[in-house]
């Protein structure tokens, strides 16, 4: 805007993939489905973030990266009637990290609610956040080692967070 405020993006996905498989020649360049850089607002509504690549070669990439920047990410409902109990949940599966945001120190929302994590090595990890919210996820992690250990949530210097209802395990 001319007068110097800052807005949101406008920006969202409803329902939509993000998904690697054998059928990309380079999947085992890829880092990140989604690369977040100082945007704000943008929400995932009902999205599936998938790693279906078998490759030996190929390394787990993460679904949402995001530096200094604000998103949501939350289910979708199916329905055009109310109460509605049609819900399509965002996925994460078979990715290294679920979410990985990181902060230089600026204040950004991140919210994350309702959505499946399945098979990662890590659900949720968030550096330097203020006031995440962490809402009614259900997190079951993949096997690790000591060498490379797995988390369902991991929050390093996060300050006024909110974890509530996540189920988490693995």
Not at 34 to 53: E, I, K, M
Not at 107 to 134: E, H, K, M, Q, W
Request: aromatic share 10%.
């Amino acid at each position: 805007p001319t007068n110097g405020s800052v807005v949101n993006n406008n920006s969202g996905f409803s329902n939509c993939n993000f998904e690697i498989n054998k059928n990309y020649t380079g999947a085992d360049t890829i880092k990140n489905l989604v690369s977040l850089d100082q945007v704000r607002g943008v929400d995932f509504a009902g999205c599936r973030f998938v790693n279906n690549c078998t490759s030996v070669m190929a390394g787990k990439p993460t679904g949402i990266f995001s530096f200094n920047s604000s998103f949501s990410v939350y289910s979708l409902l199916n329905c055009s009637v109310y109460p509605c109990f049609d819900t399509i949940h965002s996925e994460f599966n078979n990715l290294n990290y679920g979410i990985k945001a990181l902060s230089s120190g600026v204040l950004r929302n991140i919210n994350i609610n309702d959505c499946r994590f399945t098979n990662n090595l890590r659900g949720v990890y968030l550096s330097a956040i203020t006031a995440p919210n962490i809402n009614k996820n259900m997190i079951y992690t993949k096997s690790a080692t000591q060498a490379n250990p797995s988390c369902g949530i991991y929050l390093d210097n996060c300050t006024g967070y909110s974890v509530q209802e996540n189920i988490i395990t693995g």
